[in-house]
């Protein structure tokens, strides 16, 4: 089984999964089985302590964290032994102290989640994906899925949460990333350094062809001119595909000038009319991040032509002290009625490949047709973790946290 068929399997599974937990936990609190929830309870029914012992059987046969608060003071009601197995720590870290939960989130990822957990009074919920730093200072990649209960005056009342392991996950996703990678590279020389350069032969052979011919036969003369003027055409497609596919010059200021090539195929190749707005002032030291940065933009384009339907796409690169923003914007369908587009399997691929580059990745939709994709990078901070990319993934060691 490839990387690609086992990522396909691991993301239906962990589907199945969390569809499983979801289900349990609104089963439970639509039961009015509420005490359970808490930590200790006294007196309790024969047929409450049989229902209990049947949903600890299988909260720990699910294998993810599946966890309760209290949505007025934000204490754990209950949380499933799978914690100590993920977390690395104890359940009781969590019952005793509202922060415990939150403090084992990477520094990077808990801006976001602390406005993820915010939201749920307006939202209903969230769905996100964030690292944990365990007590032996290993990474973990956790996709959480959460959503709020409201009482019959309409109170938002308890915060119920399926959280699972998704690290393998990501070791599937890096390795299908950095294979189609490769694969793209090693297409663009052969085309550059093969069909290229014979393309360019044939023209040379065509165009002293019709030399000779100029004197004895004008008209045939004429008409390998046409001919040397088609292959010139063929070479230039040619060597734009190879740059599209292997980009050689993206480190310093040449992502600026990869993106405004990027933007003139796009206008020779779709009627969309396709601009970039990139600074040279924007110096990238590390190739691998400017190779991500430009596989963004890339796949934010071609997924712009292909759900959105627009008629204009506008590429930005700018840069402002150690920050670095790249975005793209199009005009085509924008949200739909429930706030949605679709993006295929491609927006899936942006934001890994913006976790990648050590970014962070914004989505702006609004009904009047605007879509806005922003990727937005500490330069610094990406070039002290160059070394350290691994760390992001199973049994790798976190930096250490201030």
């Not at 009074?121 to 899925?145: A, F, L, Q, S, V």
Request: glycine content about 8%; proline content about 2%; some cysteine.
């Amino acid at each position: 089984m490839g990387p690609g068929e086992q990522q396909l399997v691991l993301r239906k599974n962990s589907r199945a999964q969390q569809v499983r937990s979801l289900v349990a936990i609104r089963s439970w609190i639509c039961s009015g089985k509420e005490r359970f929830f808490m930590r200790a309870h006294k007196n309790e029914s024969a047929d409450f302590v049989a229902a209990e012992q049947g949903f600890r059987q299988l909260a720990e046969a699910i294998g993810a964290v599946l966890k309760m608060t209290d949505a007025e003071d934000g204490r754990t009601l209950y949380i499933s032994p799978a914690f100590r197995e993920i977390w690395g720590r104890g359940c009781d870290d969590v019952y005793d102290s509202t922060r415990a939960w939150f403090d084992a989130i990477h520094p990077e990822d808990r801006d976001r989640m602390l406005e993820a957990g915010l939201g749920i009074h307006k939202h209903g919920g969230y769905d996100e994906e964030y690292r944990i730093i365990r007590p032996d200072n290993t990474m973990r990649w956790i996709r959480e899925r959460a959503f709020g209960v409201r009482n019959k005056s309409g109170k938002l009342w308890r915060i119920a949460s399926v959280a699972e392991d998704i690290t393998r996950h990501k070791l599937v996703e890096k390795e299908v990333i950095e294979n189609n990678d490769r694969e793209r590279s090693q297409l663009g020389r052969d085309l550059h350094d093969g069909i290229c350069q014979q393309l360019v032969g044939i023209a040379f052979a065509t165009d002293l062809l019709r030399r000779d011919l100029i004197s004895s036969s004008p008209g045939e003369a004429v008409r390998a001119a046409k001919i040397t003027g088609l292959l010139d055409q063929a070479i230039t497609q040619a060597r734009n595909l190879s740059d599209a596919l292997c980009p050689v010059n993206l480190t310093g200021d040449g992502l600026a000038m990869a993106l405004r090539a990027l933007a003139g195929e796009t206008n020779k190749s779709s009627k969309v009319v396709c601009g970039a707005d990139c600074s040279e002032k924007v110096f990238i030291h590390d190739h691998a991040i400017a190779m991500h940065l430009y596989r963004i933009a890339q796949e934010a384009v071609q997924n712009a032509l292909k759900y959105g339907n627009p008629t204009q796409v506008l590429i930005r690169l700018s840069q402002d002290g150690d920050t670095i923003y790249l975005s793209v914007t199009d005009n085509g369908r924008g949200a739909d009625e429930e706030g949605q587009r679709n993006f295929g399997i491609g927006l899936s691929i942006i934001k890994f490949r913006a976790q990648m580059a050590g970014g962070q990745l914004k989505l702006e939709l609004n009904d009047a047709g605007k879509t806005v994709i922003t990727c937005t990078f500490q330069q610094n901070a990406a070039q002290e973790r160059k070394t350290d990319t691994d760390f992001l993934f199973l049994d790798a060691k976190a930096p250490t946290v201030a």
